[in-house]
Nanobody, 121 residues
């Protein structure tokens, strides 16, 4: 069971920046994917950005050019740097990870508790 702990959310003004952190309980290299989703109350989660196989970064269209995902493998931590924030970026941001068990043909997904980001004028 992988534990994921987010931090760094909060209140930020329009156009401001914020960096979220996700500390994993084990090496990021042991995970096939690690990244961020976001969710509004009552709505589905939407992918924001992820790192695939430890190196390939992938972004949702809404995040391209404004958000950057990165990792510090020594700290087992993934970051989401967000800039030029807009009110429509107001969500709970959840860290997630995937691990494939190829032998069994199974995919395991793990989720953090989430951290609230609120963009205000």
């Amino acid at each position: 069971q992988v534990q994921l702990a987010e931090s760094g959310g909060g209140l930020v003004q329009i156009g401001g920046s914020l960096t979220l952190s996700c500390a994993a309980s084990e090496s990021i290299f042991s995970l096939n994917v690690i990244g961020w989703y976001r969710q509004a109350p009552g709505n589905q989660r939407e992918l924001v950005a992820r790192i695939i196989d430890g190196s390939e970064a992938d972004y949702a269209e809404s995040a391209k050019g404004r958000f950057t995902i990165s990792s510090d493998n020594a700290k087992n931590t993934v970051y989401l740097q967000m800039k030029s924030l807009k009110p429509e970026d107001t969500f709970v941001y959840l860290c997630y990870a995937e691990r494939m068990d190829e032998e069994a043909g199974l995919k395991y997904m793990y989720w953090g508790q989430g951290t609230q980001v609120t963009v205000v004028s």
